[in-house]
């Protein structure tokens, strides 16, 4: 198993910054593929950027790409989302989810391929 913990949110204006982190506990981190999905008041929880065991393939929903960018640091059980240019459209919840998979270049992008999830962290973008 694998625990979650997003932190990094906040309130920031737009067209500001602000770096998410994930941190995982548990065994064997590099064994999980990551993502970061958001949720917004009254919409369904949304994919917003995944990234496979080793780093080397990444995908972003259209709307944030050339925004955000996801990493990982296997070394320290952490992935980021690095997001920036922010919008107010950008406004919800923010969760971290892994997934085991014996695939080191697998991505996963529905929200039921993943089996554990943080808290979430809020994201605000207001002037």
């Known amino acids: 198993q694998v625990q979650l913990v997003e932190s990094g949110g906040g309130l920031v204006q737009p067209g500001g910054s602000l770096r998410l982190t994930c941190a995982a506990s548990g065994r064997a981190f590099n064994m999980y593929a990551m993502g970061w999905f958001r949720q917004a008041p009254g919409k369904e929880r949304e994919c917003v950027s995944v990234i496979s065991r080793n780093a080397g393939n990444r995908y972003y929903t259209d709307s944030v790409k050339g925004r955000f960018t996801i990493s990982r640091d296997n070394a320290k059980n952490t992935v980021y989302l690095q997001m920036n240019s922010l919008k107010p459209e950008d406004t919800a919840v923010y969760y971290c989810?892994?997934?085991?998979?014996?695939?080191?270049?697998?991505?996963?992008?529905?929200?039921?391929?993943?089996?554990?999830w943080g808290q979430g962290t809020q994201v605000t973008v207001s002037s």
């Open positions: 989810a892994a997934r085991a998979t014996t695939s080191k270049t697998r991505t996963f992008l529905r929200r039921s391929d993943y089996d554990y």
